[in-house]
């Protein structure tokens, strides 16, 4: 992969990077016939080192990941996730229209095949009409989703989509194949519409505030920007 990693906050303790979707965070035994480069592996190109992930992406989903500098404090970060004193957003882009908000509390599996408690909360902000049959419908309704995530689970997100009847799109595992072909044969986007939009916490060394804030990638400005969508406010 030849795309420069965008920097979006580095101190002499941290560093928060835009994680580009199809990407791996690092390489592990269930991505072991992925070969295209790691986040952590392009970084150390970029000249910044080696880095320790705070927090972790699915390969498909793009947007905020935090990482350490130093080993010995990975684990300091790592407590604000499991005290909930970490505030992640999330914005995804799903099928049909979710009319209020609500929260998920629903477990899901993780790798060992053990069910984990998990809880997510999520909140509509637009609603989209795509004048585009999906069959049986004439057109296809979409909904722009906050999600914040009480706890981590992996995947929980994009199984709590699913949990609701309303998945999101791009997502080949949970989703609805008839919306994810249309999206990637008409519209050209096969993307998971699954962004990490905005980190809130109190950095546990410098004390101070750190608030980040991070642009969806362009494949989503291609879809708000087609001719046949309508915005419903």
Request: hydrophobic letters at 35%; glycine letters at 4%; charged letters at 25%.
């Amino acid at each position: 992969m030849s795309t420069e990693i965008d920097i979006l906050y580095e101190d002499e303790s941290i560093l928060i990077v835009d994680k580009p979707n199809n990407v791996l965070v690092h390489h592990s035994y269930y991505a072991r016939n992925i070969e295209d480069d790691s986040l952590l592996q392009v970084l150390q190109k970029q000249n910044q080192g080696k880095l320790y992930p705070v927090n972790r992406l699915d390969r498909k989903t793009s947007g905020i990941i935090l990482l350490c500098k130093a080993k010995e404090k990975v684990s300091l970060f790592q407590d604000l996730f499991t005290k909930n004193e970490i505030k992640k957003t999330y914005l995804a882009l799903v099928r049909g229209h979710i009319l209020e908000s609500g929260k998920i509390d629903s477990p899901v599996k993780n790798e060992r095949g053990n069910y984990k408690e998990a809880q997510s909360l999520y909140r509509p902000l637009k609603h989209y009409v795509l004048n585009i049959p999906v069959k049986p419908y004439s057109t296809s309704r979409y909904t722009l989703l906050e999600f914040i995530p009480v706890t981590g689970r992996t995947h929980q997100l994009r199984i709590h989509a699913n949990k609701l009847s309303h998945p999101i799109i791009g997502d080949h595992k949970h989703g609805n194949r008839h919306h994810n072909k249309m999206f990637e044969e008409t519209l050209g986007l096969p993307n998971l519409f699954l962004h990490s939009h905005q980190l809130s916490f109190i950095h546990p060394i410098a004390e101070t505030k750190i608030d980040i804030t991070c642009d969806t990638p362009p494949f989503w400005q291609t879809f708000l920007e087609n001719e046949l969508l309508d915005t419903i406010v």
